[in-house]
């Protein structure tokens, strides 16, 4: 097998945003218990993951879920509280799985849009 990088995400280019929507799933579970307010949390959490399972559907429904629930978790970041290491920790990871859901709905978009959805 010769397969390589690229030529996996030619041939599919939401993967990446299906990976980043179920990391995004994972890490909002697991950090419910300690959220202040814990039901908002678990929602995003079930949010993601029917955007991960969506974004591998056909059309752009999933990638533009997964978009939309990625811009909101940036946006409310900063007002964040930052007393222990607990939270910069969790924050540093919603932001660099933040970046990483953007670029990687932006390569879709870009990609749907030059005719290489799969």
Known sequence: MTD??????ERNPRLPVQAAAAAWAVFELAITAWMDFPFAAA??????????????????????LVTVLVAIELAFLP??????????????????????????????????????TA
């Open 43 to 64: 929602l995003m959490g079930v949010l993601f993951g029917i955007g991960a399972w969506w974004a591998g559907r056909p059309g752009m429904g999933g990638v533009v």
């Open 79 to 116: 007002f964040f509280a930052r007393e222990t290491a607990f939270d910069w920790t969790t924050q540093i990871v919603a932001l660099v799985l933040g970046v990483v859901g953007l670029v990687a709905c932006a390569y879709a978009v870009r990609a749907a849009r030059r005719g290489r």
């Open 4 to 9: 390589n990088t690229a030529t996996v995400l």
